[in-house]
């Protein structure tokens, strides 16, 4: 005689707003706003009006102070979230990119409230040392697939490249070459112990857009050794780089064959980093070569990153994204 099954009915969310933010809303806004960043540099380059390049910073900055918005209110309710959306992928990308920007948002700050920027960043870093001893957490007790070493640990550990990047336009020279070495050495770490995987590795189609993060660190550390006073160092940088952009074009079509994910949004900052590293070496040594590459490259970027901006924040906006990327309820 067998015995009929039973199963509990799906438990309900919890009512109240924004109790299931998705972390991966903030991997198109960190891409937006280091776009926002490299605009700053070409526009007068392009004979365009100065007024276009603090729209698009104000709108980099609206969006990003909105989600993070919506993200502090999800903390609010259970501040134990944070470990459980670390515990998945998506969920470790997204509050990387979180904390990422801002750094972006003291840079672009910099230009209008300089002693603002400045309380900015120093927040910001209070913020990634946080995220980085949550982290230690989950990494000990094992949660997930979260020990394994991915390209998504350059967005947590060598992340410190982006402040150093900003730090300079703060006027804080000394405190860039500070975090250099730290985001260089944990970047390096990152490249070899993913390579270690390559024999072996049979990454599935869904998770291939995730190999773009490994392109942010290199743009990030050129940009920095030519703000540092190094072009030459910075131009073998740029032309590893480049080379990178030509591999990802040329496997543009592995690279997405899964189709159209929340996953796209993480091409959204290497392709903007990558921009602002051909800018900031062209205006330490400006060439009608590096012109053109450098203006390519960005309206290459801003072709890239507007779309994915609009695609993933309409899926939040219809609670598609949640679902999608798994995140976790406060």
């Not at 609010?76 to 920007?101: I, K, Q, Y």
């Not at 336009?169 to 070459?177: D, F, K, T």
């Not at 072009?231 to 032309?239: F, M």
């Amino acid at each position: 005689m067998s015995e009929r099954l039973r199963f509990a009915p799906p438990k309900p969310a919890p009512k109240g707003l924004w109790r299931r933010v998705p972390p991966m809303i903030f991997t198109p806004i960190l891409g937006l706003m280091s776009l926002a960043l490299a605009w700053r540099a070409a526009m007068t380059q392009f004979a365009l009006p100065a007024g276009l390049s603090g729209l698009l910073d104000g709108v980099a900055v609206a969006l990003f102070l909105f989600a993070a918005t919506a993200y502090a209110v999800k903390l609010l309710w259970r501040p134990a979230v944070l470990a459980d959306d670390l515990g998945t992928l998506p969920g470790r990308v997204g509050t990387a990119a979180g904390v990422l920007c801002v750094y972006l948002l003291a840079g672009l700050l910099a230009a209008y409230l300089l002693p603002l920027a400045r309380g900015v960043l120093a927040v910001g870093l209070g913020l990634h040392l946080a995220l980085l001893v949550t982290m230690l957490r989950v990494l000990g007790r094992g949660t997930g697939d979260a020990r394994g070493v991915s390209a998504a640990w350059h967005l947590q550990w060598a992340g410190v490249l982006l402040a150093a990047r900003v730090a300079p336009l703060l006027g804080w020279p000394r405190l860039a070459e500070a975090l250099f070495w730290p985001g260089l050495l944990a970047a390096l770490a990152i490249w070899l112990g993913s390579s270690r995987q390559l024999p072996g590795l049979r990454l599935p189609a869904p998770l291939r857009p995730m190999l773009a993060l490994h392109l942010a660190p290199l743009a990030l550390i050129g940009t920095v050794l030519v703000l540092a006073g190094h072009p030459d160092a910075g131009r073998t940088i740029a032309a590893l780089a480049g080379l990178a952009l030509l591999a990802g074009l040329l496997g543009a079509r592995w690279l997405a064959a899964a189709g159209y994910s929340a996953l796209w949004g993480v091409f959204a900052f290497p392709v903007a980093a990558s921009a602002d590293l051909f800018w900031t070496l062209y205006a330490a040594q400006p060439s009608e070569a590096l012109r053109a590459l450098a203006g390519l490259a960005l309206v290459a970027a801003t072709l890239i990153v507007v779309p994915l901006v609009f695609l993933i924040l309409r899926d939040w906006v219809r609670g598609r994204l949640a679902v999608k990327t798994n995140a976790a309820t406060a």
